[in-house]
């Protein structure tokens, strides 16, 4: 099958039919990504367990690109390690910015479908936003379990 011929099946069948857009309960962190240049806008939810994502799930609205990307994103990272999907999601940054090894983009699997989206910078912001979204989780979680308390940490008075 052609490059853009698979790029186009596998996006309308995220579209159709995503595997993790749904309403659910007991996320324990969750994060809203908003990509404004397009109105794309979802929320992220994850639960880890010992730093496992155990289960993820999207809800929120936005163009095909956008929504299939966090469809796919979750596809790949469920059942990982926090570190390995951060890892994968700079793998995936890499094929959006055109310099992604052809060997670690085979770890990527359906999401290497949206490669050709380096090469359409208008859609660049909406295929990034779910990863974006999963980075920015992780590191704020990290920060708030640094100082034991993320109540405290907010309202910058820390160790009172
Ligand atoms: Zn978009």
């Given at each position: 099958m052609e490059t853009k011929e698979l790029y186009r099946e596998i996006l309308n069948e995220h579209n159709l039919n995503p595997a993790h857009k749904k309403d659910a309960d007991g996320a324990t962190l969750s994060l809203n990504g908003v990509n404004p240049s397009c109105?794309?806008?979802?929320?992220?939810?994850?639960?880890?367990?010992?730093?496992?994502?155990?289960?993820?799930?999207?809800t929120g609205t936005g163009c095909a690109v956008s929504q299939a990307s966090a469809d796919m994103m979750l596809d790949l990272v469920i059942g990982k390690k926090q570190d390995e999907a951060l890892r994968l999601g700079d793998i995936f940054m890499d094929m959006i910015k055109g310099t992604a090894a052809p060997a670690a983009l085979a770890e990527l699997d359906e999401a290497a479908a949206l490669?050709?989206?380096?090469?359409?910078?208008?859609?660049?912001?909406?295929?990034?936003?779910?990863?974006?979204?999963?980075?920015e989780m992780?590191?704020?979680?990290?920060?708030?379990?640094?100082?034991?308390?993320?109540?405290?940490?907010?309202d910058g008075k820390i160790g009172h």
């Amino acid at each position: 099958m052609e490059t853009k011929e698979l790029y186009r099946e596998i996006l309308n069948e995220h579209n159709l039919n995503p595997a993790h857009k749904k309403d659910a309960d007991g996320a324990t962190l969750s994060l809203n990504g908003v990509n404004p240049s397009c109105g794309d806008n979802i929320t992220l939810n994850f639960k880890i367990d010992n730093g496992i994502i155990t289960d993820g799930w999207f809800t929120g609205t936005g163009c095909a690109v956008s929504q299939a990307s966090a469809d796919m994103m979750l596809d790949l990272v469920i059942g990982k390690k926090q570190d390995e999907a951060l890892r994968l999601g700079d793998i995936f940054m890499d094929m959006i910015k055109g310099t992604a090894a052809p060997a670690a983009l085979a770890e990527l699997d359906e999401a290497a479908a949206l490669q050709d989206i380096s090469k359409m910078p208008a859609r660049v912001k909406c295929a990034v936003l779910g990863w974006r979204t999963m980075k920015e989780m992780f590191a704020n979680a990290k920060t708030s379990a640094a100082f034991g308390n993320p109540h405290c940490e907010a309202d910058g008075k820390i160790g009172h």
